[in-house]
């Protein structure tokens, strides 16, 4: 069992910046996957990046590459996703995500995951 708790979602302007975390609780968290997905109203949940669980791989949906970068501490269980260059249509309740014994990619293209975080609010005014 993990639990996820993210954290640092806000308002801010187009063309700003805003850093998730997520802290994970429970056994293993390096044996999980983690990525962040989202969800603006009216909107199915979407992916957002993943990363393997050592970190040393990434995969990120094509409307975030160069902007978003996913990143994780072992040594902390956190995983966070720091967010340059925010436009309007990244507003959206952002979700952290673990998946055990799986690659970024796959978590990427599959949109599966084990444990879902409660979400943060995620504002960018025009």
């Known amino acids: 069992q993990v639990q996820l708790v993210e954290s640092g979602g806000g308002l801010v302007q187009a063309g700003g910046s805003l850093r998730l975390s997520c802290a994970a609780s429970?056994?293993?968290?390096?044996?999980?996957?983690m990525g962040w997905f989202r969800q603006a109203p009216g909107k199915e949940r979407e992916f957002v990046a993943a990363?393997?669980?050592?970190?040393?791989?990434?995969y990120d949906e094509v409307s975030v590459k160069g902007r978003f970068t996913i990143s994780r501490d072992n040594a902390k269980n956190t995983v966070s996703l720091q967010m340059n260059s925010l436009k309007p249509e990244d507003t959206a309740v952002y979700y952290c995500?673990?998946?055990?014994?799986?690659?970024?990619?796959?978590?990427?293209?599959?949109?599966?995951?084990?444990?879902w975080g409660q979400g943060t609010q995620v504002t960018v005014s025009s």
């Open positions: 990363i393997t669980w050592s970190g040393g791989s990434t």
């Open positions: 429970g056994r293993n968290f390096n044996s999980y996957a």
């Open positions: 995500a673990a998946r055990q014994f799986t690659t970024s990619q796959e978590m990427g293209v599959t949109r599966r995951a084990d444990y």
